[in-house]
């Protein structure tokens, strides 16, 4: 059993920055892929980035690519997700997952472990 709880979500205008952490526990943390989803009332769980299992590779997104950066510290069980330049569209909450039956997706129902999300708000 792996458990993930997010933290650094909050209220930011246009263009500022957050930092999302996401402990993790119960399992060698480097054994799990990683990643971070965000989504809205309503509408479908969305990717956003993420680790392959060994975390030599990363992922993103086409809407956050080059604004944000996906990190983990293997020592502190943990990922994070920095989010610079951010635009009112990136309003959501925001997710992260773990997985062990793949190395590496973007697909929401490959992901078994789940955090209980935290909330992004950003004012124009």
């Known amino acids: 059993q792996v458990q993930l709880v997010e933290s650094g979500g909050g209220v930011v205008q246009a263009g500022g920055s957050l930092r999302l952490s996401c402990a993790a526990s119960?399992?060698?943390?480097?054994?799990?892929?990683m990643g971070w989803f965000r989504q809205l009332p309503g509408k479908e769980r969305e990717f956003v980035a993420a680790?392959?299992?060994?975390?030599?590779?990363?992922y993103y997104a086409d809407s956050v690519k080059g604004r944000f950066t996906i990190s983990r510290d293997n020592a502190k069980n943990t990922v994070y997700l920095q989010m610079n330049s951010l635009k009112p569209e990136d309003t959501a909450v925001y997710y992260c997952?773990?997985?062990?039956?793949?190395?590496?997706?973007?697909?929401?129902?490959?992901?078994?472990?789940w955090g209980q999300g935290t909330q992004v708000t950003v004012s124009s």
């Open positions: 119960g399992r060698t943390f480097s054994s799990y892929a």
């Open positions: 680790f392959s299992r060994s975390g030599g590779n990363t």
């Open positions: 997952a773990a997985t062990f039956r793949v190395k590496f997706t973007t697909t929401p129902v490959a992901y078994d472990y």
